[in-house]
C-alpha cells in the first residue's frame, strides 16, 4: 500500500460517520465512501488494474465520480478523466494514447461515447451492482493487488494542450499527488466540520485538490453538478445553501460570482488560481470579506507550487513562496540564476515535479531538465513564466516566454488551435491570440489566410474547430485576411492583427415582444453595441463567459428573470430566449393599439404607424430610449373588420385618440411618427387640442403636410417603391410587375396575412393604397404649439421634411433637426436611432 492511500484510509477510519461527500441531496459518510471504493478496487484489480496501469474514468460529476477515482488508488493504478463533453476524437485520441485497461462509466451517458474499444464498467447498470455487492467492503491488503503502489507510480494521467497540435498527457506519480495534498492540509487547516466546494471538472487539474483534500483532511466535499458550477446564480444559491466554508475557482470564475451572486462569496475563503488576478477582481473579493489565497502552479508541477495570501489589491501579481517540498530558480537563458529583482524564467523542482509526458520522450526532455541545484537524479520543470524575487521573497508573476496563455484557466497553446484551422481544405495560414479589446474581456481570436482557390466561410471555421477542440479552445471569432501582418524581419506582426468585426443580422421590421425588446436592450448593453436584433446570437457577438454573468445580472435585476448560463447557450438570441424565459404568447401583432414598451414611470410615448400600416418599426426605436419611457404603436384599421370603415386621416385620428385615452385619461401627450405617420403624429396632436387637451411633444419625421409625386402612386408604382426601397435594379425586374416580386420585401413577420384573406405582398400594397386615399384628400388642421421636425437627406422614394410646406399648419415654432441620412434609415440606422433618440428625450426632460 502507498502511502496516499494509508493516510487517506486512516483519516476516514477516524471519523467513519461523518459525511465525507454530498451532490445533489445524496451523502456519504467516509465509512460508505471507503466500502464503496473498496469494492469497486477488487473489481478493479480482477480487470488487471495494477500500477501504472490506467484506468479511464468518464461520470458525470457525482459521488461516484470520487468513488472511483479512490478506488483506483486503491487498486494501485493511475485515472484518466474523460469529458463526454469533449469531441469524440480528442476523447479517441487520449484513449489510443494511455491505453486504458478499463473504463468506468454510467448509464447516464450515451452509449456511443463510451463505446471506446475498451473493456466497459459500468456502475449504474444492475449486473455490475450485484457484481460488486457480492466483493469484500474491508479495505484491501497489499496481498490482493497486483502489486504494491510505490512512490513513482502513476496517481493520474492529465492532457493539456499541446503546441505541435496534439495533445499530451501529463503523468503525475503518488509521491507528487501527496505532497500536494499534506501541503494545502498544513496551509489551510481543513478539518471535520469544515465544507470545501468541488467545481472543477474532473478533466482539469484544479479538480484535484478540490476532490481529494476535503476527504484527505476529515472534511466535507460538496460536489455541484455541471449544470450548477456553470450558472453563478445556481452556484452562488448553492454555497449559501450547503453553508460552503472553502472554495477553489479560476479568476473568470471568481468575477461571475461576484457579478452575480456576491453575497454568497462574503466570509468564504476563496481559494484563487489558473489564470492572472487583476487587481480589480482582488479588490472586488476583499470588500466582500472575503479571505483571498493566490495559488499558482502548471500541471507538470501537481496543480499547485506557491502559494501568497492577498491582503491587498497590490497583491495580485504576486505568486509567493514555495509550498513543501518544492524549490523554485528563477535562471537566465544560460540556466544561471538572476540577481533579485531581475526578471527570469522560473523553474520548479521538488516533491510535486512529474515523471514527464506521456509517450513523448523528446518533449519530456525539453521541458524536463536536471536538477542542477539539487542531488541525485531529480528534474526540474521549466515553466515558460517570466517572474522576478522580491526583497521579501515572494515571487511575481509578469507574464509568458512562449506562444501558450491560460483562459479561464485552461492552459491554451494556441499552436494547437492553429492546426486545427490549417486541417480545413479553405485555409493556407493561421494564427491564434488572445485579446483584451474591452478591459477585462479576455477572449480567443483566431486569424487565416485563405487557400488558393477558396474562399473561408469564418462561422464554419469555428464550427469546424469545435469538432476537434474543446469549447474552451474555439475561438470566439475567426478573421479573415488576405494576408498576416509582418515586422520589418518578416515575423507574424500580433500587434497589428485587426480587432474582429460584429457581424449582426440585417435589422429586419418584425413585431418585437417586449421581452425580446428588453432582452436585445440587455445584450446590446454588456457587449458595448449599439442595437441587437432579435436574431443575433449572444455568442457570435463576441459573448464571453465573464460578459454572460454580466447579461445574468443584468436580466435579473432589470427584468426579475432568473437566466442561466446553460439557458443562454442553448437560447442565445433575444427572440429565443424570450419565449425560453417567459413563455408568453405572442401578442396581436396587428392590433390597432400596440404597446411595445410599457414599464417605466414617465408619460408613454405614441408612435404613428407609416404607410405599410405597421408600427413594428418603433421597437428598433425603443432599443435607443431610456426604460422610463413606455412607448405605444398606432396601427392601421385595415388590419381589423371594423362595421365602418376608418378611411380618412380625420376618422384614423379621432380614433387614435381615443385609444390613447384609454391608456392615458389626459394630456399632456408626447406623438411622433415617421413618414405618413407624420402626418397622423400632426392630425392626433390637432384633435387632442381640439377636445382641449395639452401636447407636450410632437416629432414629425421626415414628411410634409401633402402627398408629393414620389409618394403619389398606383399598385405598380408602390410595387416598385418597395423595390426601390430595398435597394433593387428596376431594370431587373419584367413589366408588369407583380405581388411577388416583393413578397420577400412584404413578408414583414410570420403569418403577415390580412385575416388570411389575402397574400402579405397584397395586403402591403392594399394597405398604403388605403392610406394614400387618405393622404390626397386630408386637408390638415393647424396645430397650435412647437413641432419638431426631423429631415432626411432627398432621395429617390421621399423628399425632405419641408418646414416651409409646414408653416400654414403649424401656429408655433417649428424646430427642424438635420439627421444626414436616407429616409429609410431614420428608423434602421444605429447612429440615427441613437442621435434621433438623444434629441427626442432632450425635450421631453424639459
Known amino acids: 500500500?502507498?502511502?496516499?492511500?494509508?493516510?487517506?484510509?486512516?483519516?476516514?477510519?477516524?471519523?467513519?460517520?461523518?459525511?465525507?461527500?454530498?451532490?445533489?441531496?445524496?451523502?456519504?459518510?467516509?465509512?460508505?465512501?471507503?466500502?464503496?471504493?473498496?469494492?469497486?478496487?477488487?473489481?478493479?484489480?480482477?480487470?488487471?488494474?495494477?500500477?501504472?496501469?490506467?484506468?479511464?474514468?468518464?461520470?458525470?460529476?457525482?459521488?461516484?465520480?470520487?468513488?472511483?477515482?479512490?478506488?483506483?488508488?486503491?487498486?494501485?493504478?493511475?485515472?484518466?478523466?474523460?469529458?463526454?463533453?469533449?469531441?469524440?476524437?480528442?476523447?479517441?485520441?487520449?484513449?489510443?494514447?494511455?491505453?486504458?485497461?478499463?473504463?468506468?462509466?454510467?448509464?447516464?451517458?450515451?452509449?456511443?461515447?463510451?463505446?471506446?474499444?475498451?473493456?466497459?464498467?459500468?456502475?449504474?447498470?444492475?449486473?455490475?451492482?450485484?457484481?460488486?455487492?457480492?466483493?469484500?467492503?474491508?479495505?484491501?491488503?497489499?496481498?490482493?493487488?497486483?502489486?504494491?503502489?510505490?512512490?513513482?507510480?502513476?496517481?493520474?494521467?492529465?492532457?493539456?494542450?499541446?503546441?505541435?497540435?496534439?495533445?499530451?498527457?501529463?503523468?503525475?506519480?503518488?509521491?507528487?499527488?501527496?505532497?500536494?495534498?499534506?501541503?494545502?492540509?498544513?496551509?489551510?487547516?481543513?478539518?471535520?466540520?469544515?465544507?470545501?466546494?468541488?467545481?472543477?471538472?474532473?478533466?482539469?487539474?484544479?479538480?484535484?485538490?478540490?476532490?481529494?483534500?476535503?476527504?484527505?483532511?476529515?472534511?466535507?466535499?460538496?460536489?455541484?453538478?455541471?449544470?450548477?458550477?456553470?450558472?453563478?446564480?445556481?452556484?452562488?444559491?448553492?454555497?449559501?445553501?450547503?453553508?460552503?466554508?472553502?472554495?477553489?475557482?479560476?479568476?473568470?470564475?471568481?468575477?461571475?460570482?461576484?457579478?452575480?451572486?456576491?453575497?454568497?462569496?462574503?466570509?468564504?475563503?476563496?481559494?484563487?488560481?489558473?489564470?492572472?488576478?487583476?487587481?480589480?477582481?482582488?479588490?472586488?473579493?476583499?470588500?466582500?470579506?472575503?479571505?483571498?489565497?493566490?495559488?499558482?502552479?502548471?500541471?507538470?508541477?501537481?496543480?499547485?507550487?506557491?502559494?501568497?495570501?492577498?491582503?491587498?489589491?497590490?497583491?495580485?501579481?504576486?505568486?509567493?513562496?514555495?509550498?513543501?517540498?518544492?524549490?523554485?530558480?528563477?535562471?537566465?537563458?544560460?540556466?544561471?540564476?538572476?540577481?533579485?529583482?531581475?526578471?527570469?524564467?522560473?523553474?520548479?523542482?521538488?516533491?510535486?515535479?512529474?515523471?514527464?509526458?506521456?509517450?513523448?520522450?523528446?518533449?519530456?526532455?525539453?521541458?524536463?531538465?536536471?536538477?542542477?541545484?539539487?542531488?541525485?537524479?531529480?528534474?526540474?520543470?521549466?515553466?515558460?513564466?517570466?517572474?522576478?524575487?522580491?526583497?521579501?521573497?515572494?515571487?511575481?508573476?509578469?507574464?509568458?516566454?512562449?506562444?501558450?496563455?491560460?483562459?479561464?484557466?485552461?492552459?491554451?497553446?494556441?499552436?494547437?488551435?492553429?492546426?486545427?484551422?490549417?486541417?480545413?481544405?479553405?485555409?493556407?495560414?493561421?494564427?491564434?491570440?488572445?485579446?483584451?479589446?474591452?478591459?477585462?474581456?479576455?477572449?480567443?481570436?483566431?486569424?487565416?489566410?485563405?487557400?488558393?482557390?477558396?474562399?473561408?466561410?469564418?462561422?464554419?471555421?469555428?464550427?469546424?474547430?469545435?469538432?476537434?477542440?474543446?469549447?474552451?479552445?474555439v475561438p470566439t471569432a475567426v478573421v479573415a485576411l488576405e494576408e498576416f501582418p509582418l515586422t520589418p524581419n518578416g515575423k507574424l506582426d500580433r500587434k497589428a492583427l485587426p480587432a474582429p468585426v460584429v457581424e449582426h443580422n440585417a435589422m429586419v421590421e418584425t413585431h418585437l415582444t417586449q421581452s425580446e425588446l428588453m432582452l436585445s436592450r440587455l445584450f446590446a448593453e454588456v457587449l458595448g453595441l449599439e442595437q441587437v436584433d432579435p436574431r443575433d446570437s449572444f455568442f457570435d457577438l463576441g459573448g464571453s463567459s465573464v460578459l454572460a454573468a454580466r447579461l445574468l445580472a443584468l436580466v435579473r435585476a432589470e427584468m426579475d428573470l432568473e437566466l442561466s448560463i446553460r439557458m443562454l447557450v442553448e437560447s442565445p438570441t433575444p427572440a429565443e430566449l424570450s419565449r425560453r424565459l417567459t413563455g408568453e404568447e405572442p401578442q396581436d401583432s396587428f392590433a390597432v393599439l400596440l404597446p411595445l414598451m410599457t414599464r417605466g414611470s414617465a408619460r408613454p410615448l405614441f408612435c404613428m404607424r407609416h404607410l405599410g400600416g405597421t408600427a413594428w418599426c418603433y421597437g428598433v426605436l425603443a432599443q435607443h430610449f431610456s426604460l422610463d419611457h413606455p412607448i405605444y404603436g398606432l396601427q392601421s384599421h385595415t388590419f381589423q373588420e371594423f362595421d365602418t370603415p376608418v378611411d380618412s386621416i380625420a376618422a384614423m385620428a379621432a380614433d387614435y385618440a381615443d385609444r390613447i385615452r384609454g391608456v392615458q385619461p389626459h394630456g399632456p401627450y408626447r406623438i411622433l411618427g415617421w413618414s405618413f405617420g407624420g402626418v397622423l403624429a400632426h392630425a392626433v396632436a390637432a384633435e387632442f387640442q381640439r377636445r382641449g387637451e395639452e401636447i407636450e411633444f410632437l416629432g414629425v419625421f421626415n414628411t410634409n403636410p401633402h402627398i408629393t409625386d414620389k409618394e403619389d402612386r398606383d399598385e405598380q408604382g408602390l410595387i416598385e417603391l418597395i423595390l426601390l426601397i430595398n435597394g433593387k435594379d428596376l431594370a431587373d425586374y419584367e413589366r408588369p410587375l407583380r405581388y411577388e416580386d416583393v413578397a420577400e420585401f412584404a413578408d414583414m413577420a410570420t403569418n403577415y396575412a390580412w385575416r388570411g384573406r389575402k397574400s402579405a405582398a397584397e395586403t402591403f400594397v392594399e394597405t398604403m393604397l388605403t392610406d394614400l386615399a387618405a393622404w390626397k384628400s386630408h386637408r390638415p388642421e393647424k396645430y397650435s404649439g412647437t413641432m419638431h421636425l426631423f429631415a432626411a437627406d432627398p432621395s429617390p422614394v421621399a423628399e425632405t421634411a419641408s418646414s416651409e410646406a409646414w408653416a400654414p399648419y403649424v401656429a408655433g415654432e417649428i424646430v427642424r433637426h438635420e439627421l444626414g441620412c436616407g429616409h429609410e434609415e431614420m428608423l434602421s440606422s444605429p447612429r440615427v436611432l441613437r442621435q434621433a433618440a438623444a434629441i427626442v428625450t432632450d425635450h421631453l426632460r424639459d
Open 1 to 473: 500500500m502507498n502511502m496516499l492511500v494509508k493516510a487517506l484510509e486512516e483519516r476516514a477510519d477516524a471519523v467513519p460517520d461523518l459525511t465525507a461527500l454530498e451532490c445533489e441531496g445524496v451523502e456519504l459518510t467516509f465509512r460508505a465512501v471507503h466500502e464503496r471504493a473498496n469494492r469497486l478496487a477488487r473489481h478493479l484489480v480482477a480487470s488487471g488494474v495494477g500500477p501504472d496501469r490506467v484506468v479511464a474514468v468518464m461520470l458525470p460529476r457525482s459521488t461516484d465520480l470520487l468513488v472511483t477515482l479512490l478506488a483506483v488508488l486503491k487498486a494501485g493504478g493511475a485515472y484518466l478523466a474523460l469529458d463526454p463533453e469533449h469531441p469524440a476524437e480528442r476523447v479517441a485520441f487520449q484513449v489510443r494514447d494511455a491505453a486504458p485497461v478499463v473504463l468506468v462509466t454510467s448509464a447516464r451517458i450515451d452509449a456511443d461515447r463510451t463505446d471506446l474499444g475498451i473493456a466497459r464498467v459500468v456502475l449504474d447498470d444492475p449486473g455490475t451492482a450485484e457484481t460488486l455487492a457480492a466483493l469484500p467492503a474491508g479495505h484491501l491488503t497489499d496481498a490482493e493487488r497486483a502489486a504494491p503502489a510505490g512512490p513513482e507510480d502513476l496517481a493520474y494521467v492529465i492532457y493539456t494542450s499541446g503546441s505541435t497540435g496534439t495533445p499530451k498527457g501529463v503523468e503525475i506519480p503518488v509521491r507528487a499527488l501527496h505532497n500536494l495534498l499534506e501541503a494545502m492540509r498544513e496551509r489551510l487547516s481543513l478539518g471535520p466540520g469544515d465544507r470545501m466546494l468541488s467545481v472543477t471538472t474532473a478533466t482539469f487539474d484544479m479538480s484535484v485538490p478540490e476532490l481529494f483534500l476535503p476527504y484527505y483532511t476529515g472534511a466535507r466535499a460538496v460536489i455541484a453538478p455541471r449544470a450548477t458550477g456553470q450558472d453563478p446564480r445556481e452556484l452562488g444559491d448553492l454555497i449559501v445553501r450547503r453553508e460552503i466554508g472553502t472554495a477553489q475557482a479560476t479568476p473568470t470564475h471568481w468575477h461571475m460570482l461576484a457579478t452575480v451572486s456576491p453575497e454568497a462569496l462574503r466570509g468564504l475563503r476563496i481559494l484563487i488560481g489558473g489564470e492572472a488576478l487583476s487587481e480589480k477582481l482582488a479588490a472586488t473579493l476583499l470588500d466582500l470579506g472575503a479571505e483571498v489565497v493566490q495559488w499558482y502552479g502548471p500541471t507538470e508541477t501537481t496543480v499547485w507550487s506557491t502559494v501568497h495570501p492577498v491582503t491587498g489589491p497590490a497583491d495580485a501579481a504576486v505568486i509567493g513562496k514555495p509550498l513543501r517540498n518544492t524549490r523554485l530558480y528563477v535562471l537566465d537563458e544560460d540556466l544561471v540564476p538572476v540577481e533579485q529583482g531581475t526578471e527570469g524564467e522560473l523553474f520548479i523542482a521538488g516533491a510535486g515535479v512529474a515523471r514527464g509526458y506521456l509517450n513523448r520522450p523528446e518533449l519530456t526532455a525539453e521541458r524536463f531538465l536536471p536538477d542542477r541545484f539539487g542531488t541525485g537524479d531529480a528534474l526540474m520543470y521549466r515553466t515558460g513564466d517570466v517572474v522576478r524575487m522580491r526583497p521579501d521573497g515572494d515571487l511575481e508573476y509578469v507574464g509568458r516566454a512562449d506562444h501558450q496563455v491560460k483562459l479561464h484557466g485552461f492552459r491554451v497553446e494556441l499552436g494547437e488551435i492553429e492546426a486545427a484551422l490549417e486541417r480545413s481544405e479553405d485555409v493556407d495560414q493561421a494564427s491564434a491570440t488572445v485579446r483584451e479589446d474591452r478591459p477585462g474581456d479576455r477572449r480567443l481570436v483566431a486569424y487565416v489566410t485563405a487557400a488558393t482557390g477558396r474562399v473561408p466561410d469564418v462561422r464554419e471555421l469555428r464550427n469546424f474547430v469545435a469538432q476537434t477542440l474543446p469549447l474552451y479552445m
